[in-house]
């Protein structure tokens, strides 16, 4: 079977939509695998081990060209960019089997929806998918990183000064990463590992603070996350799919939503009483309690 995988990443959109399809695409083992992506700033594509077709704008007419003329079998779209009307006309014109991830509950025009995220519910897809549609929803569905599974999960030191990891997603558009070491500055004897990309456009900036602050560990574009985050006794995160790793490992976590399609995960943490923040400044209040 030939899948494609359409999905973009930049400084803008972030890096998460390509690495949750590269988790996807190596359940397709034996199946003839490529994606389909705009080169666009800070973009992840060398991280892409598959061929790539590079498309020229989010029009979906050289989308539906690759479709027909690589005879593709099914069609992976990982893009808020792309609607239902998209959809519907490239199942029309080329026939092909549409497989959506899907986060913020949005209508859709497929064959198969995946909503990997815990806080996923079916329900909510009732009148917004074609009869027949095939729907994967919730936990049992996520997809976890190889290397995260490859790690133990340790107990916390006692005694100990604590680590704190942070990852505020790969590119950190909204440039909190820097905030929050300002927060934690306050602290004495703690040791912070901090991981982003060279997407990041403070990264000047966290350098020049990590120069500064012998207790801040910078990594950049690092193939360890699941061992730093191993490392860690506390993870500051965003309520989004790094959340199911930090809980994979079991970590104690404090979850700051910098997006709107984050409100989803973030409001079913709340509920179940993680440690969850809408602003920055009510960060403080709960690092008092688990530091």
């Keep these: 079977m030939k899948i494609l995988f359409r999905a973009d990443s930049s400084s803008q959109i972030g890096l998460g ?4 399809d590269l988790v996807l695409a190596e359940q397709f083992e034996g199946d003839e ?4 992506c705009q080169e666009l700033d800070g973009h992840i594509m060398d991280k892409i081990p598959y061929p790539i077709m590079i498309l020229p704008s989010m029009d979906v007419d050289a989308l539906i060209i690759i479709v027909k003329q690589e005879q593709i079998d099914m069609l992976v779209i990982d893009h808020y960019g792309i609607a ?5 006309r490239i199942k029309e014109e080329t026939g092909v089997k549409i497989f959506v991830l899907d986060d913020t509950y949005e209508r859709h025009f ?4 995946l909503n990997h995220n815990i806080s996923a519910n079916a329900d909510r897809y009732h009148d917004k998918v074609p009869t027949g549609c095939e729907l994967r929803c919730g936990s049992q569905y996520t997809l976890i990183r190889d290397e995260f599974k490859k790690v133990k ?3 916390r030191k006692k005694n100990v000064n604590p680590t704190v990891f942070i990852a505020m997603g790969g590119s950190d558009h909204s440039g909190i990463t820097l905030e929050i070491l300002k927060i934690l500055k306050l602290y004495k004897e703690i ?3 901090v991981v982003t990309t060279s997407s990041n456009k403070k990264l000047k900036q966290l350098k020049q603070f990590a120069y500064l602050y012998k207790w801040v560990e910078l990594h950049v574009d690092t193939d360890e996350m699941a061992k730093l985050m191993q490392k860690s006794d506390l993870a500051i995160v965003t309520p989004s799919v790094i959340v199911h790793e930090v809980l994979y490992l079991k970590k104690p976590f404090i979850a700051i939503k910098t997006v709107e399609n984050q409100d989803d995960i973030y409001q079913y943490l709340r509920k179940k009483r993680f440690h969850v923040v809408s602003k920055l400044s009510h960060t403080n209040r709960i690092l008092k309690k688990v530091l």
Excluded at 17 to 20: D, E, G, K, L
Excluded at 33 to 36: D, G, H
Excluded at 84 to 88: A, H, M, P, S
């Design 17 to 20: 939509h390509i690495m949750r």
């Design 84 to 88: 239902y009307e998209d959809e519907k």
């Design 153 to 155: 999960v340790l107990p």
């Design 191 to 193: 040791q912070v590992i």
């Design 110 to 113: 497929c064959d198969v929806l």
């Design 33 to 36: 695998v490529m994606f389909a």
